[in-house]
Structures are given as C-alpha cells and as structure tokens.
C-alpha cells in the first residue's frame, strides 16, 4: 500500500485539473473518451438489444398470420366441400321424390333442410315433375276430409308436402310462379275442416303458413288473387274455432288483405263483408279478455286500426267497438308492448274524431 500523497501533490494534481496543465488535460481528455465510448458501447447493445426484439416480433407476427391464413384456406376448403355434399344430398332426395316407396322420407328430409339451403325453393320449382307430385300428395289425402279419417302419420305426410310448397312461396323468384299457377286453390278443403283432431289441426296451419308465406311481403298482386278466392271466410272460420296458433296465423292473413288498400275497400264495400270481419273480431276480444294473450291481441287491434281508416267502417266503429279495448281491460298485457299500446291509442283518438 502506497502513502498518500502529501497535501501538496494533492493539491499540484488538483491545480493542474483545474488550470488545464498538460498531465491534467491529458487525464481529462482521456476520461472523458472512456466516458463517450462505454455510453456507445451502451447504446449500442440496448440498440442491438431494441433490434433484437423487434426481429423476434415481427417473424412471431408473420408466423401467425401465416397460420390464420392456412387455417382459413383449410375452413373455405371444408366449407365448399360441406356445401358441395349439401346440394349433391338435395338432388339426391329429389330424385327420391320420383320413388313412391322412398318419397315419404325425402319429403320429410327435404321439409328439415328448407331453412338451410337458400335456393332450394328454385330447384324444387324447376326440377322436372316435383311440384306434380307435392300436388299428388295433397290430393290423395282429400278422400279423409270428410268424414273425418285422417291419420297422424298421413297428416304429417301431407304437412312436410305442405312445407315445400311454403318454401316455394317464400323464395321470390318463385312466389309468383306459384300464385299463376293458382296453387294454394288446392288447400283450401283443409282449411274448410272442422275437425279439432290433432291431425287436423295440424294440416289446417301448415295450410294457413303457405297463405301466410304469400302475403307475407305486402305483394298487392298475391292481395287481389287472394281477394278473388274464399280466403277471408276461410280465414274468419279458423279464428273462431281454431287452436290459438292457427288463429294467430289466420288474423295475420287477414290483417295483411287490410293491409293492402285493395283489401280494405273489398272488405268495407258492403255491410255484409264488413259485419262478418268484426263480428269475428269482438268474439275473440271477448275470449281475449280471459285469456289475456297478447301474441293474439296485437293482430286484433291492428285489424281495428286498419278498419278505422276508412271512413264508413269507423263510423260503424264507434257503435259496435267493444268496451275490452276503451277501458282497462288489457292495460296489464300492453304495458310490455309499446307498439301494441300506440296502435290502440291512435284507434281511439281515430273514432272520437269527425
């Protein structure tokens, strides 16, 4: 170990730092070169570091999106080949339809697949024979309908028929190829049946739900054809002695013919026509008030806001409009459902008006 420098080096040392001397200056420029390159040193290797990563990142990210793609390559791919197997099984049951000892399951696969499978309405139109033979099957069940003798197993039978042809009135490429063909003539004896079986009722909404796919989107064509036929009498029949869903599918028929202006003046032209509608219309708020249900009374108020706006049938309206629907009645059940609510209000305000 070395003494230490006596005060006066110390202080020699010091004065040479501080006044710029030779050795100092040399001490100090040295110093300070050490200092700049362990900074650089420094900054290079967080710089190399700093690289580093983002190398790492960007060849984590390229892997990545290198797999996503591959995945949705491999997705399309099993995609197109489901969709391909999809429409070989459709010809493949149509084919089947052509088969009387194989037509009762295909229809009945083929009813299951109309809700996945776009174009099927068009392929069923089109392909040779198929709409002869769900005719077929309508008619053959006609023999049953009075007196009553119709089955679960062939009413079902009947029913997936009835399907395809809904299907077929829903697509629009094929509603008015159907209309022309004055196809739902062919169900209205099912929709004339007063049996309450099962079976029956069963075969009277399948029926009402192809009436139902046609007017469906306010076609005035479809509302002049149908005005043309017993639709609104057949209609009228099921609301009063139908099951609660085949008289919600029966109103909204009705409430579409209104819908239309074609409809609302058949119906109010006469006394008759008009009497007949409401007289229906007060039955059922009337079973309406015990039963409370609201799917039912949302169609009834919106028949009798329709009604309200031709200037005959209100008049009438405000005799024959029953107290259910201006006192509370239904307060309890409407106040869930705004539009409903809305819709009664303007009825009201509609007859206390000139």
């Not at 070989?88 to 295909?106: F, G, K, S, T, V």
């Not at 174009?119 to 033979?133: E, F, K, N, Q, R």
């Not at 031709?310 to 539009?339: H, K, S, V």
């Amino acid at each position: 170990m070395q003494p230490p420098l006596p005060s006066s080096s110390q202080g020699s040392l010091t004065n040479a730092l501080q006044s710029g001397s030779g050795s100092g200056m040399r001490y100090n420029n040295m110093l300070q070169q050490q200092l700049q390159q362990n900074s650089m040193q420094a900054h290079d290797s967080r710089y190399e570091y700093t690289n580093y990563q983002n190398i790492v990142l960007a060849n984590q990210n390229l892997m990545q999106q290198q797999q996503l793609q591959q995945a949705k390559k491999i997705n399309s791919d099993q995609l197109a080949q489901r969709s391909l197997q999809a429409e070989e099984r459709i010809y493949a049951l149509i084919l089947d339809l052509m088969n009387p000892n194989l037509r009762e399951q295909a229809l009945l696969e083929l009813s299951k697949k109309r809700e996945m499978y776009d174009d099927l309405a068009i392929i069923l139109w089109h392909s040779y024979g198929v709409v002869s033979i769900l005719l077929q099957e309508i008619i053959s069940v006609y023999p049953l309908l009075s007196p009553p003798a119709l089955t679960a197993v062939a009413s079902n039978r009947v029913c997936n028929a009835l399907a395809l042809l809904q299907c077929i009135a829903s697509h629009s490429a094929t509603r008015p190829l159907l209309l022309n063909a004055h196809i739902p003539l062919f169900l209205y004896p099912f929709l004339n049946t007063t049996s309450k079986t099962r079976a029956f009722e069963y075969l009277r909404l399948t029926s009402l739900g192809v009436i139902g796919a046609f007017v469906k989107n306010d076609n005035s064509e479809v509302i002049n054809f149908l005005l043309s036929t017993e639709i609104i009498p057949l209609c009228l029949r099921t609301m009063e002695n139908g099951s609660e869903l085949s008289r919600t599918v029966a109103i909204f028929i009705v409430q579409k013919i209104l819908m239309d202006d074609a409809g609302l003046v058949y119906i109010c032209q006469t006394y008759e026509r008009f009497y007949a509608v409401t007289t229906v219309l007060n039955d059922m708020v009337s079973q309406l008030a015990e039963t409370q249900s609201i799917r039912l009374l949302k169609h009834v108020i919106r028949c009798y806001l329709r009604l309200s706006e031709n200037p005959r049938a209100r008049e009438a309206l405000r005799q024959c409009l029953p107290d259910e629907l201006r006192d509370a009645t239904f307060a309890g059940i409407l106040r869930d459902d705004i539009t409903s609510q809305r819709y009664l209000n303007q009825l009201l305000i509609n007859l206390l008006g000139n």
